[in-house]
């Protein structure tokens, strides 16, 4: 996960970023999936800000559930 330092150009939403990431490019293709994923379940009329908020509080929620589902896990298996 740790390799060099390059610059890509992410598209999300309406609006271009410019970054700059040490992910392999595979792992950045597909943390880029999920990010893009949420950004367009928000309907495209709604400001890209809002947009973006909306689809970090989506995956927010997500790691939460997904969190509280392990912990149970694991407290079954002890």
């Given at each position: 996960?740790?390799?060099?330092?390059?610059?890509?150009?992410?598209?999300?939403?309406?609006?271009?970023?410019?970054?700059?990431?040490?992910?392999?490019?595979?792992?950045?293709?597909?943390?880029?999936?999920?990010?893009?994923?949420?950004?367009?379940?928000?309907e495209?009329?709604?400001?890209?800000?809002?947009?973006?908020?909306l689809?970090c509080?989506?995956?927010?929620?997500?790691?939460?559930?997904?969190?509280?589902?392990?912990?149970?896990?694991?407290?079954?298996?002890?």
């Amino acid at each position: 996960m740790q390799g060099e330092v390059r610059r890509v150009n992410v598209l999300v939403g309406k609006k271009t970023y410019s970054i700059l990431t040490r992910l392999d490019e595979q792992k950045f293709k597909a943390v880029l999936s999920i990010v893009k994923e949420a950004v367009e379940s928000v309907e495209s009329s709604v400001d890209q800000e809002q947009r973006l908020l909306l689809g970090c509080l989506k995956m927010a929620y997500k790691i939460e559930e997904v969190t509280g589902k392990l912990e149970e896990a694991l407290k079954e298996r002890a």
